[in-house]
């Protein structure tokens, strides 16, 4: 299993000759090329348009199944698109692994205002790795909800404030979660989300966590 940051909160794994994407705004990073990839799935944690992205665009041209929450997978269906639609809890197979929808503390609405359900998380089990995506979320308990029932061996937080916990909430949510490996996201996008990288990892080495920082620069 090889994972991508592309940037903000959108993730690329990689299994076999398949692509998987997470939150797919993707537009904002020139690099990423998603017309020759093989992308079978793609995963939007809510409907904001930092997460929805190019999901639909990108979902109709690889005919590649959009997984989200009931009302918001209903609105990508009508955009054409094939959907799954799911609500929170039990685990969801696919033939490269499964994965379940937890609840985020966010809201969810469609870029023509209507509700679009619940904000989400999604915890992956893929090649016997279990990566924990926290969606836009603040600090809840429910991250030890997480903990004491997937144990990620990564979590990818956002860090960037303002909408979602900053870089003091994501280091408390980060020893929650119980993470051995934390990779922040949603920051430095937009003025109001600029993060203080260093305070992060030196918030995060306290409680003794990996904090991994992958850069959209890298992406080949
Ligand atoms: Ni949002
Ligand atoms: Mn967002």
Redesign the pocket.
């Known amino acids: 299993m090889d994972l991508k940051y592309i940037g903000h909160s959108a993730f690329e794994f990689k299994t076999g000759d398949k692509s998987i994407l997470v939150d797919p705004y993707v537009e904002h990073n020139e690099k990423f090329n998603w017309h020759d990839k093989n992308i079978t799935d793609i995963f939007v944690?809510?409907?904001?348009g930092?997460?929805l992205g190019q999901a639909i665009e990108i979902a109709k041209e690889k005919d590649a199944t959009i997984t989200a929450i009931f009302e918001l997978a209903n609105y990508c269906e009508e955009q054409g698109c094939k959907v799954k639609p799911v609500g929170f809890g039990g685990w969801l197979n696919y033939d490269w692994g499964r994965v379940v929808f937890v609840p985020a503390f966010?809201?969810?609405s469609l870029p023509d205002g209507r509700y679009a359900g619940e904000?989400a998380g999604i915890v992956f089990d893929i090649e016997n790795v279990r990566i924990y995506h926290a969606?836009?979320t603040a600090l809840t308990t429910e991250m030890k909800t997480i903990k004491e029932l997937y144990r990620p061996n990564i979590a990818l937080l956002p860090i960037g404030g303002n909408?979602?916990m900053d870089v003091e909430h994501a280091a408390v949510a980060a020893d929650w979660i119980g993470a051995q490996t934390v990779i922040p996201m949603h920051y430095n996008t937009f003025p109001e989300i600029q993060a203080d990288l260093q305070k992060f990892m030196a918030l995060i080495q306290v409680n003794n966590s990996n904090c991994v920082i992958l850069n959209p620069e890298n992406i080949d």
């Open positions: 944690t809510h409907a904001h930092d997460h966010h809201t969810s904000a969606g836009d909408y979602t």
